[in-house]
């Protein structure tokens, strides 16, 4: 069955750039989406499609895919970046699917 | 701003059906273009997708949760429902409603409700 891979742990020290990737067969069709989530929250969708950033989401985010790998750059990160990250994608079944999600640590 | 909130019991006996309800406000789930999902996340786990229903009532459901899902659509009422039989303690998570935004080649799920506790115990 289809599934989405994600490192379960990434750290990054405060104001340089980490990538967060995320694998499946199904992204070489369909574009990632990822969301942010902070401890006893809702997730928040951060980065959509080729690269799109919804309202409010800073700019230091961004997102890029290539084949089967779609990755989420936090450029400068800030300590308010650290969170829980999930990407997220569907397959050509309709099924959609999540990431295992990334625990982000900023040092 | 479209906001989503979910309702229901906080608690459900095993092997009973765990019902919750999504009011939908800012937005008519009736305006086409987008899914209504139901998203969980079991405590201290990562997020599992449920299923979803577009307004005309098409659904789609998780294979792997498929013959214990049901999700309706009340469009009268602005709602969204879930309906999941049978639980268990495995069935115990944060249940959360959302709107994913159909686009080609790249649904995104634009608003998510607080998310609404759910424990399977007698």
Known sequence: SSELTQDPAVSVALGQTVRI?????????????????????????????KNNRPSGIPDRFSGSSSGNTASLTITG??????????CNSRDSSGNHLFGGGTKLTVL | ?????????????????????????????SSGGY?????RQHPGKGLEWIGYIY???????????KSRVTISVDTSKNQFSLKLSSVTAADTA???????????WSDHIDYWGQGTLVTVSS
Not at chain 2, 35 to 39: A, D
Not at chain 2, 94 to 104: F, H, L, P
């Open chain 1, 21 to 49: 990737t995320c694998q499946g067969d199904s992204l070489r069709s369909y574009y990632a989406s990822w969301y942010q989530q902070k401890p006893g929250q809702a997730p928040v969708l951060v980065i959509y499609g």
């Open chain 1, 77 to 86: 990160a800030q300590a308010e970046d650290e969170a829980d990250y999930y």
């Open chain 2, 1 to 29: 701003q479209v906001q989503l909130q979910e309702s229901g019991p906080g608690l459900v006996k095993p092997s009973q059906t765990l019902s919750l309800t999504c009011t939908v406000s800012g937005g008519s789930i």
């Open chain 2, 35 to 39: 899914y209504w999902s139901w998203i």
């Open chain 2, 55 to 65: 307004y005309s009532g098409s659904t789609y459901y998780n294979p792997s949760l």
């Open chain 2, 94 to 104: 944060v249940y959360y409603c959302a709107r994913t935004s159909i686009a080609a």
